[in-house]
């Protein structure tokens, strides 16, 4: 196998005590039984990474960020049958076991065995050394702010040569993420009242979910004017800029009682509280967004009761991820789904730092890393 001098490469590594990312030269193993190398095209920049950088979400360090990815399959290890080297991948950042109760009743997504070793193959062991010989980890077992990634073949979806990886990558994660959270929500329906609450990548998607279900109002949150007339491009009906009015109030009164469908596309505890607050008799509020460690929102239980709330979190699009990868490849080459629209910045490895810099400055759409 013959894929960089020296097994070496570049990666985006998140090191103890930094607040950004160090690309660095790291040396990379060989796939071993079951596995796969990559090498990346396209990775988003997600707000999960911007948790890492910042502490309020944990992995093991040093660790390469970055869950969101695509690429192409380089070589693959013994007994590996679901892809073969050329093939074009979207890379899930869940890869299930297969055995575990999660995956046998149905939610290979929760996968328990993926969950346990965390930052590590399935094997408990390692796949990067950087050039001191320490181990580094890959985040979701992936990695792909990162030149290559040796990865679990479950996370390899097969896909058309006229995907491009630059959308690839983003159904990856977000497009999934939100269309899926809609689509797959408890009691949806066409003709439901939705709001969503925040405009970032997850939420822009969520918002193409109402759509595609044919919701009659699509309401949609934010703290950002630009985002907000942003988000207008792919389906929100009202827009309601959460720092000169109550969310919540604004909600009830525009649709004469609440929504029947809430997403919280941030996650925080005050997003949350407006999602189950905007909430019609009946309705379901669900939690997409990732809030920061130790946050607890308040809930009026007596609420909950009483208007029949039903409330539940959504991790990766409520299913299993290939099969929604199968959906949202469909619709996006059928025209349905907008997702080249979305991608409003382009950087190299080099630049990934700018890249979560306007990220956080609340840009509009996604940015993605582009490699040669």
Excluded: W
């Amino acid at each position: 196998m013959q894929f960089l001098k020296g097994n070496n490469m570049q990666a985006a590594v998140m090191r103890s005590g930094a607040n950004q990312l160090q690309v660095e030269n790291l040396e990379q193993a060989q796939p071993k039984s079951g596995e796969v190398l990559i090498r990346t095209g396209a990775a988003g920049l997600c707000a999960s990474d911007i948790h890492i950088i910042h502490g309020t979400a944990q992995v093991p360090l040093p660790c390469v960020l970055g869950h969101e990815g695509a690429g192409t399959v380089e070589a693959i290890g013994e007994g590996v049958t679901n892809v073969k080297p050329g093939d074009r991948c979207v890379l899930s950042f869940v890869s299930n076991c297969g055995h575990c109760r999660m995956c046998r009743s149905g939610h290979p997504h929760l996968c328990d065995v993926n969950a346990l070793s965390g930052a590590k193959q399935f094997d408990g062991t390692t796949r990067l050394t950087d050039q001191n010989g320490q181990e580094v980890f890959q985040m979701s077992k992936l990695g792909v702010f990162s030149e290559y990634q040796v990865a679990p073949a479950q996370a390899c979806y097969p896909m058309p040569d006229d995907v491009p990886m630059e959308v690839a990558a983003l159904i990856g994660c977000s497009v999934t993420t939100g269309v899926g959270s809609v689509i797959n929500a408890p009691k949806a329906r066409a003709g439901m009242t939705v709001v969503v609450i925040g405009a970032g990548g997850v939420g822009i998607n969520a918002i193409q979910g109402a759509r595609l279900m044919n919701a009659s109002r699509i309401i949609v949150v934010d703290i950002a004017e630009h985002k907000l007339e942003f988000a207008t491009r792919f389906g929100a009906t009202d827009i309601i800029d959460a720092t000169t009015t109550s969310a919540t109030d604004a909600i009830l009164e525009l649709t004469n009682g609440g929504v029947d469908l809430a997403l919280d596309t941030f996650g925080g505890i005050e997003t949350t509280q407006q999602a189950i607050g905007s909430l019609r008799k009946n309705g379901v509020a669900v939690v997409v967004g990732l809030a920061a460690l130790g946050d607890k929102a308040n809930i009026d239980l007596v609420d909950i009761v009483r208007m029949q709330k039903t409330v539940t979190g959504a991790y990766y699009g409520l299913a299993s991820p290939h099969e929604t990868f199968r959906t949202m490849i469909e619709l996006y080459l059928k025209g349905d789904l907008l997702i080249d629209e979305i991608i409003e910045r382009r950087y190299n490895l080099e630049e990934i730092n700018e890249g979560f810099e306007a990220l956080e400055r609340g840009e509009n759409g996604r940015g993605v890393l582009v490699f040669n």
